[in-house]
Each structure stands twice: as C-alpha cells, then as structure tokens.
C-alpha cells in the first residue's frame, strides 16, 4: 500500500490551522491555502477505517452476517486499488503511521456501536451500477440537473454552486427530486432523524469539472464506499430550514454495513450548512448577499481534526426553473465554466438494491 494511502488514513492528526473561538462559537476562517491538505471525504474514510480497525480487535463484538476479520481485509484492498504503489524503485514500503487514540475503549464503543447499522427496507437504493456517467458542457448543465420544487422548500430550490475557489472540486448540486429510491432525495423534507438524504454523485444531482483538481480519487471513494450526506434538521423548519448538521455515512465495501459519522466523532469531522442570505424579494429576515443579491447563499462548514477549520458558500446559479440567475450565475462561468462537467444518471431505476431488509444494528 502506497504512501498516498497511509496519508489517507492518517489525516485525522493532521493539524494545520487552529480555530479561533469568539463568544463560544467558532469564528469564520478563509479557505485553507494547502490544496494537499485533508478533504472532509479522507477524514470519514480514515474515521472509518479505524471504527473497523476497532471493531475487530474487539473479539466480544458480533455483528449478524458479518465476518469483521474479512471486512477489515476487503476495505484495506479497496484502498489498495484506489491507491496503487507508485514509489518509484518499486517498493512496497508504507510511510510510517503515527500512532492514533481517538478515544478511550468505553467512549469509543458506547459511540461507535449505535452508528454501524444495515440499512433498513426504507434506506435501500439502487446499487451504483444502476447509473452511467458523461458529460456535458458548462451551458447545458441548467437544463440536465434535475430541477423542480414538488414540496421542496424554496431556499433549497434551483442549481447551486459549491463555490469552492481551486481548494476543492469545482462542483454544481441540485436538491431536487431524483430517479433514486430508498429515501433519497425526499420532498417535502422529512421529520425524523435526517430531514434529507443525499448520494453523492447520485441522478443528476451533482456535476463536476473535468478540471477539478482532486476529482479522480474523490470520485474512487466515493464509489467504493457509496459515501450519501445526511442532513439533520438544527434551526427553522422543515418547511424553511436555515441551519442543517451534515452526517457523512460510509457504506463498508462488499458488505451490506454501513456507519455513521456522528456523535463523538464530530471532534474529528464536524459538518453544517447554514443560510446566511436570500435576495431583498424574500421577506424572511435575512439580507442580500453583497456579491450575489439576487441569490440565495448557503454557508457549508467543515471542522476536521478538531482544529482544521474551512468554509464556503453555496450560491444559487439557477432558480427552480433553471433560469440562470444574476450575476451568480455569470460569476460562475467566469469561475469555473472553462470545462465541460461530468454527472451520473440513473439508467437503470429498475435495479433492486443489493441488500436485503435488515433491521438497524444496536
């Protein structure tokens, strides 16, 4: 396993910008200057990993159908793949990993445990072979990404741009409805533990650059671990959300076991999305944005290592027809249209998931 791996595996120690603290809250940071530096996806998957790593030395545990031993040794393999040796005289030899304590033993399980979970009948989606990949250029992307409000509340409607600078890929989201079964995507937004569930890279949902400078491992993991966001309700209501925590789940490779990045782990990965303006024409509190006032714009959050701290803006491009909104939308052109844009579609809706109906695991 190559040294790209063991970094992968040991980003939750790294620690490359502290957070200030204003009146107990965390005060905004710029975007972290180091494009080398951990993206919120390595640090679930190293999270995981080590939940894993845990999980097996643990003999005590037993999980229903599922051989821990064989599991660990499938998801150093899948890392493997993603990461094969490119050491130059050929050598195998790992880079050396530092020594990780995430918690102590009692914690540990008492938070680990109830975030493993099979998914039940209602999260079960179509496999990732149900979807094909291909392009398109930066124009039509208004009129490819599913669009339409059917419930969905109206600072969630239209196309939106990760705005993002050159840190991280370069990247456009819908919240509408998709193809998609098992409870993702849902409009109206649901009560209960996540009032949205998102696949990443799921039926034309999200679009990438083909010039996104991290897009090719990223896109690895993401099918290798069928990464979905899940949104948690924090502030306003599921009819007019303004504040959302982000719990990553990680599917575990050839298995139907899937965890939860939540709880105390959110010290090591910590996701949220807040609203943080809507155009002067929506009488709701808020003010325009400066930059983008006819826009709504979302502020995503991402503490990991409990100290590396970045945000971005989420700025609507399009309204819920796909019109292109001003001057957002040529801002983002000018940004990141260069390039034509990968997206996945739902080919095959059809497609029953792989996994059978089991119940959560306590």
């Known amino acids: 396993i190559c040294g790209t791996m063991f970094r992968l595996l040991s980003v939750a120690l790294v620690l490359a910008l502290s ?15 180091d494009e080398e530096g951990p ?16 999980a097996v030395e643990n003999t005590d ?9 064989s599991l660990s040794k499938t998801f150093e393999s899948t890392l493997s793949e993603i990461f094969p040796d490119d050491d130059e005289n050929g050598s195998s030899e790992p880079d050396e990993m530092p020594e990780i304590k995430l918690l102590d033993d009692e914690d540990f ?32 992307l208004l009129s490819t990404l599913n669009l339409g409000s059917d419930g969905l509340p109206a600072n969630l409607q239209g196309i939106f741009w990760l705005n993002q600078a050159k840190q991280r890929p370069m990247q456009v989201i819908s919240f509408a409805p998709s193809m998609e079964t098992g409870g993702l995507n849902p409009t109206p937004l649901t009560p209960g533990p996540f009032a949205f569930r998102h696949r990443v890279n799921g039926d034309k949902t ?13 896109d690895a993991l993401i099918d290798a671990f069928d990464v979905k966001y899940n949104w948690q309700l924090v502030e306003g209501t599921l009819e007019d959300p303004t504040e959302f925590r982000v719990v990553v789940d990680v599917g575990l490779p050839d298995s139907c076991l899937r965890f939860l990045v939540q709880d105390c782990l959110t010290d090591y990965l910590d996701l949220g999305m807040t609203l943080q303006s809507t155009p002067d024409s929506v009488v709701d509190g808020f003010v325009a944005s400066e930059e983008f006032p006819n826009s709504v714009v979302w502020t995503r959050g991402t503490t990991t290592s409990g100290s590396i701290y970045y945000d971005y803006e989420i700025v609507q491009i399009a309204d819920v027809n796909g019109v292109p909104i001003q001057p957002a939308y040529d801002i ?6 260069a390039s034509d844009f990968y997206l996945n579609q739902m ?16």
């Open 19 to 33: 957070v200030s603290v204003v009146d107990g809250k965390k005060k905004k940071k710029e975007l972290i200057e």
């Open 61 to 69: 545990l037993s999980i229903p159908a599922v051989d821990l031993a």
């Open 39 to 54: 993206s919120e996806l390595e640090v679930a998957i190293s999270l995981t990993q080590q939940v894993l790593d845990w």
């Open 332 to 337: 983002w052109m000018q940004e990141d249209g």
């Open 347 to 362: 080919m095959m809706p059809e497609m029953q998931p792989t996994c059978p109906s089991m119940d959560f695991f306590v």
């Open 206 to 218: 999200w679009a990438t650059s083909l010039d996104n400078p991290i897009g090719g491992f990223e």
């Open 109 to 140: 399980r008492e938070c680990i445990i109830p975030n493993l979970y099979f998914e039940p009948e209602s999260y079960a989606a179509q496999p990732r072979a149900a979807y094909e990949s291909f392009t398109v250029p930066p124009e039509e």
